[in-house]
């Protein structure tokens, strides 16, 4: 019986020890996982900052296990919030500007007790503002434009000169932007100029850089055939040419012969040929109706057909009717409600040539080549005595004036509306007169109305 009771109890122990062993490996177990080595970090989260080339603060996270100390950084990163610390940090600096070339720097970490090392990399490129490209050129018509800014920081719109209609100027922005420029007619006399400044944003520890879009338009001018001709905007609010024609048909060569039937003829000047280079291009050349609206001849049939036709002038442009010469030298007709030209003055009967001058016209005359009749012999017209410059010239209309036959000669007398120039002692005006169909005036364009 003791000796069951002896192995019951010894059995019992064994129980009991092994139930206290047990946790005591578990936690044996467990002491020795928790006593093996952890790897040290240290590293940026983001190892590069992209800096504005104005400057600015920035800031970095640092995720470290260790302790650590910042041991260099570059000349242009200041006001580093930390020097050292223990574990995961966020780091704050600030990036001077940079105006002069493209600069990288760093920021270097290294840990206290061990090799390891972690390097912020700060880049920042030169700051640089241009307009690409930086000037146009704008017809006479006006337009709109597009101005392309290239810039890396912010920038502000410092300046403008010059009237743009309804500008998308914007007042400031960042980076890259397209402006939209808009201008209107040029209706002067002058080249004007305009111009958008723009400069990178004011601050205190940098010299502002500024960038100027420039459109420059000319003088309003017309080419044709080889020749920029001057225009004005005359006060019945029309484009005229300010310069006489002196374009040359295919086939045609001037002449200096006023009774050869030629078409086109020179000059005059005091009643003679004014042949050289200086002439012609100071008062154009003399035209026939029929070389000046492209027809063989000028017949009972069509010489009152070319009212506002195109004729020798440029595509968009015509010789002026008759209306449109009143418009400017006529002397109206109240009975009829039509109103003086815009600069008649009943003094001269007709529009003073210093008012057509002064408003831009800059009136030539350049003779005319006188013939009546089909049969006459055309002559260069004479010229007022004891002149030393012209006192006669045409400027030819569109509009027929009459178309006669005489039946006991057989000639033909024809005559257009023209503007008929005088400068002599008792007037210097422009009227609306006839001018000779057979013979040869000086022609001035007018555009066309817009429909």
């Known amino acids: 019986m003791n000796v069951l009771l002896k192995k019951c109890v010894m059995k019992k122990m064994i129980y009991l020890w092994a139930a206290l062993a047990l946790p005591l490996l578990f936690v044996a177990c467990s002491d020795d996982k928790n006593d093996d ?65 493209d600069v990288t720097g760093n920021i270097t970490v290294k840990a206290a007790s061990s090799a390891l090392t972690a390097v912020l990399t700060v880049k920042q490129d030169k700051i640089s503002i241009a307009f690409v ?36 100027l914007g007042d400031s922005g960042k980076g890259d932007h397209t402006f939209t420029l808009k201008i209107g007619a040029n209706e002067s006399e002058e080249t004007l100029v305009y111009e958008l400044t723009v400069s990178t944003k004011f601050s205190p520890l940098m010299e502002a850089m500024e960038a100027t879009y420039t459109i420059t338009q000319g003088v309003p001018s017309l080419e044709y055939g080889g020749v920029t001709y001057k225009i004005v905007k005359l006060a019945d ?39 050289d280079a200086a002439s012609v291009e100071k008062m154009g050349y003399l035209y026939d109706y029929a070389t000046a609206f492209g027809v063989s001849e000028i017949t009972a049939s069509n010489w009152n057909q070319q009212e506002g036709k195109q004729g020798i002038c440029p595509e968009g442009w015509h010789i002026p009717t008759k209306a449109e010469l009143d418009a400017l030298a006529g002397a109206g007709n109240e009975a009829e409600g039509i109103a003086p030209g815009k600069y008649y003055v009943a003094e001269q009967k007709g529009a003073p040539l ?11 005359l350049s003779g005319a080549i006188n013939k009546t009749t ?15 410059y012209n006192s006669l010239g045409y400027f030819m209309g569109s509009t027929g004036y009459q178309f006669k036959l ?13 503007m008929l120039l005088t400068n002599n002692a008792t007037y210097q005006r422009a009227q ?20």
């Open 374 to 388: 089909d049969q006459a012999e055309g002559k260069y017209a004479s010229n007022a005595k004891d002149l030393d």
């Open 133 to 168: 490209p930086a000037d146009t050129t704008a017809s006479m018509d006006g337009g709109e434009f597009k101005a392309k800014l290239v810039c890396n920081t912010e920038w502000e719109v410092t300046g403008v000169a010059g009237s743009f209609e309804g500008a998308d």
């Open 406 to 418: 005489n039946d006991k000669t057989g000639a033909t007398t024809a005559q257009s509306y023209s």
């Open 237 to 275: 609010d029309r484009w005229w040419m300010a310069e006489n024609l002196r374009y040359l048909p295919a086939g045609k060569t001037p002449s200096s012969d006023p009774a050869d039937g030629n078409g086109v003829w020179y000059p005059g000047f005091l009643g003679e040929p004014a042949t």
């Open 37 to 101: 080595p952890v790897d040290p970090v240290l590293k940026f989260k983001e190892a590069e900052v992209i800096a504005d080339p104005a400057g600015g603060t920035y800031m970095a996270e640092l995720e470290s296990n260790v302790a650590w100390t910042v041991t260099s950084k570059s000349s242009n990163i200041s006001s580093l919030n930390m020097e050292s610390g223990k574990g995961n940090a966020t780091l704050s600096f600030f990036v001077s500007p940079k105006t002069g070339d």
């Open 432 to 451: 609306v007169m006839y001018g000779p169909i057979f013979g040869g005036q000086a022609v001035r364009c007018i555009k066309d109305e817009a429909k």
């Open 354 to 364: 210093a008012d057509l001058n002064g408003a831009g016209f800059d009136v030539v």
